[in-house]
């Protein structure tokens, strides 16, 4: 740690990083998944089930080479950004690659959370909404929505944990985190083992403080229940 303390800083920064921008992409794409799976649209709800399925179905390994080398394979490269280049220390476009992967990945699941919570809200909401005069867009916007993402912000708060953890596979397509740091360490000092150990202490040390927040934030909300 006192020579590699850096690596472990750097890897640690991207793996923040790439687990908050998958996170902020499966939120926005699992809310409109589960809008989908509960409408009265029928080719909705089957598109958004079969992609739940599908994803839920197929490991996150199979998932990223998918991803990384179809957009290669399509011709789809992201344009390079200095500034993310050298904050990453990598290509940015094979970043984007495990963001996408990420947030595609957790959309599935973020969208089992959005649907659960929003047919959790009574159904009398619904009704008093369109008895004001608002359409179905306008009450899920302004009334159902809002209550739902306040009875599932604990849950899309452990997701953010979960793709801290699980974002350590992206270090396979060559992303700097910190799981690629920390194999890095071990092949300068030929130590297979101390790394990972360290590497396993940074991720609960990311993990934790955050688990706690959660903690306190649900139950503050039960308290104002």
């Given at each position: 740690?006192?020579?590699?303390?850096?690596?472990?800083?750097?890897?640690?920064?991207?793996?923040?990083?790439?687990?908050?921008?998958?996170?902020?992409?499966?939120?926005?794409?699992?809310?409109?998944?589960?809008?989908?799976?509960?409408?009265?649209?029928?080719v909705?709800?089957?598109?958004?089930?079969?992609?739940?399925?599908?994803?839920?179905?197929?490991?996150?390994?199979?998932q990223?080479?998918?991803?990384?080398?179809?957009?290669?394979?399509?011709?789809?490269?992201?344009?390079?950004?200095?500034?993310?280049?050298?904050?990453?220390?990598?290509?940015?476009?094979?970043?984007?690659?495990?963001?996408?992967?990420?947030?595609i990945?957790?959309?599935?699941?973020?969208?089992?959370?959005?649907?659960?919570?929003i047919?959790?809200?009574?159904?009398?909401?619904?009704?008093?909404?369109?008895?004001?005069?608002?359409?179905?867009?306008?009450?899920?916007?302004?009334?159902?929505?809002?209550?739902?993402?306040?009875?599932?912000?604990?849950?899309?708060?452990?997701?953010?944990?979960?793709?801290?953890?699980?974002?350590?596979?992206?270090?396979?397509?060559?992303?700097?985190?910190?799981?690629?740091?920390?194999?890095?360490?071990?092949?300068?000092?030929?130590?297979?083992?101390?790394?990972?150990?360290?590497?396993?202490f940074?991720?609960?040390i990311?993990?934790?403080?955050?688990?706690?927040?959660?903690a306190?934030?649900?139950?503050?909300?039960?308290?104002?229940d």
């Amino acid at each position: 740690m006192g020579r590699y303390w850096s690596f472990y800083l750097i890897g640690a920064k991207n793996t923040i990083l790439l687990a908050l921008l998958a996170v902020m992409l499966g939120t926005c794409l699992g809310l409109i998944i589960a809008i989908g799976r509960i409408s009265k649209n029928r080719v909705l709800r089957i598109a958004g089930t079969a992609y739940v399925e599908f994803i839920r179905g197929t490991p996150l390994l199979v998932q990223l080479f998918i991803i990384y080398y179809g957009l290669q394979a399509v011709g789809i490269r992201f344009p390079d950004i200095p500034f993310m280049s050298a904050l990453l220390g990598i290509n940015f476009s094979d970043f984007m690659s495990g963001v996408i992967t990420m947030g595609i990945n957790s959309a599935a699941y973020v969208c089992e959370i959005f649907r659960s919570g929003i047919q959790s809200i009574d159904k009398g909401q619904m009704e008093a909404g369109r008895s004001l005069g608002l359409n179905y867009r306008q009450t899920m916007t302004h009334i159902i929505i809002p209550q739902a993402v306040r009875n599932v912000l604990p849950a899309l708060g452990n997701e953010f944990v979960v793709v801290i953890k699980e974002s350590s596979i992206v270090s396979i397509i060559g992303i700097a985190d910190l799981m690629y740091k920390a194999n890095t360490v071990r092949g300068n000092t030929f130590q297979p083992f101390e790394p990972l150990l360290v590497a396993a202490f940074v991720y609960f040390i990311l993990t934790f403080p955050l688990s706690k927040l959660l903690a306190h934030i649900e139950r503050r909300m039960r308290t104002h229940d």
